[in-house]
C-alpha cells in the first residue's frame, strides 16, 4: 500500500465538472489514490473508497508536531471559513472507484494546478477551498493592513495553498456566481469589494475609498485595488451580497402601539 501511495502521490485528480452555476465534481480516484476535502462536502462514494477526518494541514510530509500544533493548524482553518477538519478520502480497491463533491453554497468550482503559477501558491479568500489532492498545504495569510481586511470585503485572514515538490498539486476552489480569471502584466486594476476570489504570487491588493460623494449618491463606497503581474480570478455574486438581499427581502416585524 505504501508503494502504491508514493506512485499515486504525483497523478492529477481524474475529474468531471457537472453544472453551470450549481456545481459538483465527479471524480474517479485510481488503486490508492487519495483525496483532501473540505468536511460536509461529499455527495456520494462508490464502495471501496474509506475516509477519515486528521487534523493537519494538508502534507504529505511526515510531521513531527504535537497534537497541540495541529490543533492550531485546525484552529487556523476555522477562522478563514473551514472545518477544524479535514475529510481524506482513499480508494482502499484494487479498480478505479468514482466520488462526488459539491461546495455548500452556490457557484462555480475552478480546477488549478498550482504548479502552473509562480511559487506554486495561490492565495484566495475565505471559504474559497473545496478540495485537493494530497500535499497541497493550508495555511493562513493575513491582510497587510486593518483597512484592507474592513473595507475590501474580504476579512483579514485569507487561505494560502501551497503545493509540495512532488505532489500533483491539484486545486478545486469555490466561489459565489459566475468565474472570471483575469491576467495582470505590471498592471493595476479595480473590482467591487467582496469580488476578489483568489490571485497568485506577483499580485498585491489594497483598498480604495470612492469618495463621499459618490457613497451619498447610491454607489459603492469601496473598491479593491489590484496591482502588479500574475492571475486573479473575480465572483460576480459573492455569498456576501447573496445574504444581504436576502436579509433584506425578511419581513420586518412591526410593533403595536397597544
Known amino acids: 500500500m505504501t508503494e502504491m501511495w508514493n506512485r499515486m502521490m ?4 481524474d475529474y468531471t465538472v457537472h453544472g453551470g452555476n450549481l456545481q459538483a465534481v465527479r471524480f474517479v480516484l485510481q488503486p490508492g489514490q487519495a483525496m483532501i476535502g473540505e468536511a460536509g462536502c461529499m455527495l456520494f462514494l462508490d464502495p471501496d473508497i474509506t475516509f477519515e477526518s486528521r487534523l493537519g494541514n494538508g502534507s504529505t510530509v511526515p510531521q513531527n508536531d504535537s497534537w497541540w500544533n495541529a490543533f492550531k493548524t485546525g484552529m487556523g482553518r476555522l477562522a478563514t471559513n473551514e472545518s477544524l477538519f479535514f475529510t481524506w478520502f482513499i480508494n482502499s480497491s484494487s479498480v478505479p472507484r468514482a466520488m462526488g463533491v459539491a461546495a455548500p453554497t452556490m457557484g462555480t468550482v475552478i480546477p488549478l494546478k498550482l504548479h ?7 492565495v484566495a479568500q475565505s471559504g474559497a477551498f473545496l478540495c485537493s489532492s ?3 498545504v493550508f ?9 484592507t481586511g474592513f473595507f475590501a470585503g474580504e476579512g483579514f485572514v485569507l487561505q494560502k495553498m501551497v503545493a509540495e515538490k512532488n505532489s500533483a498539486g491539484s486545486l478545486f476552489l469555490h466561489g459565489g456566481g459566475t468565474i472570471v480569471e483575469k491576467k495582470l502584466n505590471n498592471e493595476e486594476m479595480e ?4 469580488c476578489l476570489m483568489a490571485f497568485t504570487k506577483g499580485v498585491s491588493y489594497d483598498w480604495k475609498h470612492t469618495g463621499w460623494a459618490n457613497t451619498f449618491k447610491g454607489g459603492d463606497a469601496f473598491f479593491v485595488t489590484l496591482n502588479g503581474t500574475g492571475s486573479v480570478w473575480i465572483q460576480s455574486t459573492p455569498s456576501s451580497k447573496t445574504i444581504d438581499l436576502i436579509v433584506k427581502a425578511v419581513p420586518q416585524e412591526q410593533k403595536s402601539n397597544n
Do not use: N, Q
Not at 504525483?10 to 485528480?13: A, F, I, P, S, V
Open 139 to 147: 495555511t493562513i495569510e493575513f491582510t497587510k493592513s486593518i483597512g
Open 134 to 136: 494530497p500535499g497541497v
Open 116 to 122: 502552473d503559477y509562480p511559487e506554486s501558491t495561490i
Open 10 to 13: 504525483g497523478k492529477h485528480l
Open 191 to 194: 473590482i467591487d469589494a467582496g
